[in-house]
């Protein structure tokens, strides 16, 4: 079983920058592949990033590639999304989720645990 908790989201204008972070509890933090999600008024809740068990392999969705660096720290439990060059179009509440078997899916219904969701509004 793992719980998440988001934190860092907040107003932030266009071309700034906002880090979010994950907070895991659980001793098989380590072993999961960690997700980035986001879902805005409307829309389906779509991946932003992951990150496999290791750190050494990472995903990004093509409108983040560039923007966005994902990163954890298996020593902390922790997993964070540094997000940069912020447009209007991020605008969401960001989901931290954590996937079981691994693979860096991109797809919603393959991570099991997710957290409550913190709220990101970028002014234009």
């Known amino acids: 079983q793992v719980q998440l908790v988001e934190s860092g989201g907040g107003l932030v204008q266009a071309g700034g920058s906002l880090r979010l972070s994950c907070a895991a509890s659980?001793?098989?933090?380590?072993?999961?592949?960690m997700g980035w999600f986001r879902q805005a008024p409307g829309k389906e809740r779509e991946v932003v990033a992951a990150i496999s068990w290791s750190g050494t392999r990472t995903s990004y969705a093509d409108s983040v590639k560039g923007r966005f660096t994902i990163s954890r720290d298996n020593s902390k439990n922790t997993v964070s999304l540094r997000m940069n060059s912020l447009k209007p179009e991020d605008t969401a509440v960001y989901y931290c989720a954590a996937d079981a078997f691994g693979g860096l899916s991109r797809t919603t219904s393959d991570y099991e645990y997710w957290g409550q969701g913190t709220q990101v509004t970028v002014s234009s």
């Open positions: 659980g001793r098989t933090f380590s072993s999961y592949t």
